[in-house]
């Protein structure tokens, strides 16, 4: 059964930085593509970054690309986000999913206020 867990979230001043974990159990992790997507408040789901298998070629959406670096440790089963300069737009519950899948787990919230 896949289970995915998010951790790391909380709140962070704007300019702030954050990184966020996925720990990933129930599938063969290192066999597959991840995303990172988040849902702010109201609204739907936002695909943040991809990473493929292997840990190389990540791609971000515009709004994060050169803030977000996305990585992963397939030793660990663990998808990572690390979330840099960030800005109040950025609050919304932060969900790590297989490629092509909708996130299963709880996600983990990320603030950023002052």
């Known amino acids: 059964q896949v289970q995915l867990v998010e951790s790391g979230g909380g709140l962070v001043q704007p300019g702030g930085t954050l990184t966020l974990s996925c720990a990933a159990s129930g599938f063969t992790f290192s066999r597959f593509s991840m995303n990172w997507v988040r849902q702010a408040p109201g609204k739907g789901l936002e695909w943040i970054s991809t990473i493929n298998k292997a840990g190389g070629g990540a791609t971000y ?3 994060v690309k050169g803030r977000f670096t996305c990585s992963r440790d397939n030793a660990k089963n663990t998808l990572y986000l690390q979330m840099n300069s960030l800005k109040p ?3 919304a519950v932060y969900y790590c999913a297989k ?3 909708s996130p299963r787990g709880q996600g983990t919230q990320v603030t950023v206020s002052s």
Request: without cysteine; glycine residues 12%; charged residues 45%.
């Open 61 to 63: 959406a515009d709004p």
């Open 89 to 91: 737009e950025d609050t």
């Open 99 to 101: 490629f092509g899948d």
